[in-house]
């Protein structure tokens, strides 16, 4: 297929439509939604977000499920020359609070069913954004007109921020990493020539789009071929398999617990469509990938990638159950260094630090200078992941050298859970750590140390109202000290 030749996302949809705007788009709960229509409606927020004085490169935040309208805001602030922060819809105010701070958002785009929550945390606020509501409906409506954008960025085309967003590393210090529209436009381009992509193609779009993986790998290189996204707000696994089988979807990215539960899912599921899956953000186990083969008959890809760098590398071989722990050799353009302890180049077959260089890649931290010192050398971004490379040279990831917990392909903060539980009155010290799932990812385990009566689940009742749900320990803890060093350090390791 010819893939579009344009140099800003926003110019994407109105590509579209006028290549074909009777294709289907989008078809979710809402109904189907061509690309005539879709580009009309991220026209609509545009509007919006001009009327509001949106300077270019202003900050905007994007907090919506899974749907239509996602797509259509999306598209309507890169069209409106802002750049976009996903925020997770399952945030509670703590976290919308924190992240609306820390972003400089000047807008918060969001759904009908949040404008209660998110209005408390901006009516506490000194400076709060404005606040634009996108229905499902294909309305946009500005219900809070507040302070004016941000100072304008002077880049425009290729070179202009798009996506703003956030990732931790064993420090819990929140780093924040802007991506360009032509670092994400190359991104797709190798995507879609990699997986062979064209608009005949169907999408489902079950990761959260407010993730990597179900933003850039799922709804925009579908849109981005010009193929048709399924949106699915929540994981259910019959709804998936029923949606697979019916509508015929050929590509579905994943995270390992997807994968997981659908390979233990009993009953038969016609999944033959599917001709691109892969999972990604944690390693997906063996004994799953196994599983999903004999179930289903599909083989699924390990696919390496990070938010700093983009995708990575994928699993291409033609028989990738042959070797499942491998995430494969690199795109076309991208480099995959590993090192050994003093810097320099393992040999293969021997473990070191994984580093990246790559077009699509950030090459440093906004306004973050320690962690770029720490974390980019020599062109290469030190991804503190743990590899060896064969004489081929296939990659396959061994282990982390970071402290974040991957929870289903969502990055936990450990600092972030401490926080929310040395709330409690009865909590006299905490320390949170990955342990692993079942799945193959990790789940939050606590370990507590209180200062009073104190049990598991009022921990966890606790947290729920503070953090997000899959923030919440899994495992709860107790002991009568933590392990110290004489310098006061907490021993992780031996805990």
Known sequence: MTLPEIDSLGALLAHQAEAGADQVAVRDGGGDFHYGELHEWSEEVAECLRDLG?????RVALMLPNSAAYVAAFFGVAAAGGTIAPFNPRYREQEIDYYLEASGADVLVLSPDLTGMAGDVLGRMEKPPSLVVVTGDGRCDVRRRERGSSEAVQASGADAPLLHQYTSGSTGAPKRIVRTHGQLLWELGRLASTFELDPDDRFLGAAPFTHVNGLVRTMLTSMFVGGTLYPVPDFQRGRVLGLIGEERLTYFGGVPTMFALLAETRGHSDLGSLRVAFSSSAPLLPEHQRLFLEHYG???RQLY??????????NRSERPEENPESVGLPLDGVRVEVLDEAGQPASDGSEGEVAIASPCAITAYDGNPEATATSFRDGLYLSGDLGRKDSDGQLTLTGRKKFMINRGGYKVNPLEVERAILSHPRVAAVVVLGAPSA???EVVRAVVVPNGDLDAEA????????IADFKIPAKVEFRDELPTSPTGKILRSQL
């Open 439 to 441: 799945h193959g990812d």
């Open 298 to 300: 599909v083989s699924i």
């Open 305 to 314: 990638g990070s938010t700093e760098t983009g995708t990575i590398s994928v």
């Open 459 to 466: 921990v966890v009742e606790h947290c729920r109202p503070r």
């Open 54 to 58: 949106l300077a270019r490169g202003a």
